[in-house]
C-alpha cells in the first residue's frame, strides 16, 4: 500500500491573496490528491476568506483533488453554531471534517465525515461510536504513539487513518484569544491582529527559551513535527494518509521531501531536506514513539 499525502486545512491567518496564490500552487501538486479546507481555528475568521477558499475549492477539484471542508475546533459562540449549520447543509461541499463532536448533531445521518485530529479518540471504542454516526477516516490525535494507533486500527480494520506528519503540532483551543491579549485587546475587537503571523507567534519561557507557539485561540508546538517511524512501520499499523500541515515555508519542497521518503525511507535526507525549508522551528518527533512531543528529531 502506497502511502498517501494529504494538505491539511489551513491553520493561520493568512491574507486572501496569499491563500489564494498558495492553492494555485497547490493545485499543481502531482503527489497530493486530498486537500482539506475550512476555517478550523477562530470563527471570526471565516468571513475574511470564505470566498477565497471557495473559490480554491473549485480550482482544486478541476485539477482533479478531492476536497474536504474542515470545520470549526471549537464551537464556543452563537455564530460558530450558526457557521457550522451553515457549512452542514451544503452538499455541494461534499465530504466534511469533524473537529468538534457538538458538531455530529448537526449533520444529516446519512452524511459521512472525517474524524480530526482535534477530537478525542483514543481507543478502538471511541474509534467505533464515530464509524457508527458515519465516519469513514480518522486523522489520529496527535499525541497518540503509532503502537496505539496500531491498537485503533486492529480493534477497526476498515477505518481509514491519517496521522499529522508535519507543523507545528496544534496542542489546544481556548476561548480567549492569545494575539489579541498580547496586543491590549478583546476577542470581540481583536482587529485580526494573529495575521502578523503567518507561523504563529513564538512563546518564550521565563529563561527565554523557545517553547510554544500562540495562533490566536490556539496553542501550538514551537517545534514543526515530522514523521519518525518509518513507512513500513507506518503501514504495518494501517496508516493510510499522512497529513501536512501549510506553513509559510517552501511547501512544494516538503511534499517532495516526504514523497521520497516514503519512496525510499531515508530519513536522514527527509530531515536534511526539511531542515533546507526555512521552517518556523527545530523538527520535533517524539510523540509517535510515546516519548515527549517536543523530542528533537535526530538523524537515525
Not at 27 to 33: G, H, I, K, Q, T
Not at 128 to 157: F, T, V
Not at 212 to 218: A, E, F, P, T
Request: with cysteine; aromatic share 6%; hydrophobic share 45%.
Amino acid at each position: 500500500m502506497t502511502l498517501e499525502i494529504t494538505l491539511g486545512p489551513l491553520l493561520f491567518n493568512w491574507p486572501a491573496e496569499d491563500i489564494a496564490a498558495f492553492y494555485e500552487r497547490m493545485a499543481c501538486e502531482p503527489l497530493v490528491r486530498r486537500i482539506y479546507l475550512g476555517e478550523v481555528v477562530c470563527g471570526k475568521r471565516e468571513p475574511l476568506a470564505a470566498a477565497t477558499l471557495l473559490a480554491a475549492a473549485a480550482l482544486l477539484r478541476d485539477a482533479g483533488k478531492e476536497v474536504v471542508w474542515s470545520t470549526l475546533g471549537l464551537i464556543s459562540t452563537p455564530r460558530d453554531r450558526r457557521l457550522l449549520q451553515g457549512i452542514a447543509q451544503q452538499d455541494e461541499l461534499q465530504l466534511l471534517e469533524l473537529n468538534d463532536l457538538a458538531a455530529m448533531s448537526l449533520l444529516p445521518p446519512d452524511r459521512t465525515f472525517v474524524a480530526g485530529p482535534l477530537l478525542n479518540i483514543y481507543n478502538g471504542s471511541a474509534a467505533q461510536i464515530l464509524i457508527d454516526r458515519g465516519c469513514e477516516r480518522l486523522c489520529g490525535n496527535i499525541e497518540l504513539s503509532l503502537a496505539a494507533i496500531g491498537e485503533i486500527h486492529r480493534a477497526c480494520p476498515d477505518l481509514e487513518i491519517e496521522i499529522f506528519g508535519f507543523g507545528r503540532l496544534p496542542l489546544a483551543l481556548s476561548a480567549r484569544c492569545h494575539h489579541a491579549r498580547q496586543a491590549g485587546l478583546s476577542k470581540d475587537t481583536c482587529r485580526f491582529v494573529c495575521d502578523r503571523d503567518p507561523d504563529g507567534q513564538t512563546v518564550q519561557t521565563l529563561e527565554g527559551a523557545a517553547f510554544l507557539s500562540i495562533n490566536g485561540i490556539q496553542t501550538l508546538s514551537h517545534g514543526v513535527h515530522t514523521v519518525a517511524a518509518s513507512p513500513e512501520d507506518l503501514r504495518t499499523a494501517g496508516v493510510r494518509a499522512v497529513r501536512l500541515s501549510p506553513h509559510a515555508c517552501d511547501m512544494s519542497a516538503v511534499i517532495a521531501a516526504y514523497g521520497r521518503y516514503f519512496e525510499t525511507g531515508d530519513r536522514g535526507r527527509l530531515l536534511a531536506q526539511l531542515r533546507a525549508c526555512d521552517l518556523p522551528g527545530p523538527l520535533v518527533d517524539g510523540y509517535l514513539e510515546g516519548a515527549p512531543g517536543m523530542r528533537l528529531a535526530a538523524d537515525l
